[in-house]
């Protein structure tokens, strides 16, 4: 799961790096419809955040989306997220694709104990230090018995941040997001408010 607020190219490059290196299936993109750590304000709509992603990965087989976190009431967690993956795809190996910043914080979220038993995490590592990385995952696996492998991707410098901002100062962002999402985005009016650098 993820904000998308919006999708880019580095999400995309992450999850085909992932798929490829540790030959997944598919890979589910997971829009949050109430993200407990994020500012509601400065979020596109959650219809507008799923219909970039569905347009960015609509032409890989192995990309799929889905709505599951829209049709729940409150904040949207990830351990109540498995708990319903797991009902209808009881034969499934769920893992998590998170960044090592996200897995720093893991110790915040709901359930987070359970959440280790009921899947695998895998970490996107750009330019971390190794480490840094091997303390932090050494550490989550004694406490928790974690299952924590990682994947080296390209260090490719973007941030949803940054692209909220371009388009809020009339800048360009040909070639961050893929171009259907570049559509979007201007055609919608998305990112025009202020106080975007917060999120």
């Not at 890989?60 to 795809?89: A, H, V």
């Not at 979220?109 to 996107?124: C, G, L, Q, R």
């Not at 550490?139 to 941030?159: F, M």
Request: hydrophobic residues 35%; neutral net charge.
């Amino acid at each position: 799961g993820g904000t998308f607020n919006p999708i880019h190219i580095g999400h995309i490059i992450a999850a085909q790096e992932v798929l490829t290196k540790k030959n997944l299936d598919h890979i589910i993109f997971i829009p949050t419809k109430n993200p407990p750590h994020k500012n509601f304000k400065e979020l596109a709509s959650p219809h507008d955040r799923y219909e970039m992603v569905r347009l960015a990965i609509k032409d890989n087989p192995n990309f799929m989306i889905s709505d599951i976190e829209f049709k729940r009431d409150g904040n949207s967690y990830t351990y109540d997220t498995l708990i319903q993956l797991k009902e209808f795809m009881k034969d499934t190996k769920f893992h998590l694709i998170l960044g090592f910043d996200a897995l720093k914080y893991t110790d915040m979220w709901k359930n987070h104990e359970e959440v280790f038993k009921m899947a695998s995490f895998i970490v996107v590592n750009r330019a971390n230090s190794d480490s840094e990385m091997a303390e932090e995952i050494e550490a989550k696996k004694l406490k928790y018995n974690a299952r924590i492998s990682v994947v080296k991707i390209p260090d490719i410098n973007i941030s949803s941040t940054e692209i909220r901002n371009r388009v809020c100062n009339g800048e360009s962002i040909k070639y961050l997001v893929p171009y259907e999402v570049e559509k979007y985005i201007l055609s919608h009016g998305l990112y025009r408010g202020e106080g975007l650098e917060r999120l």
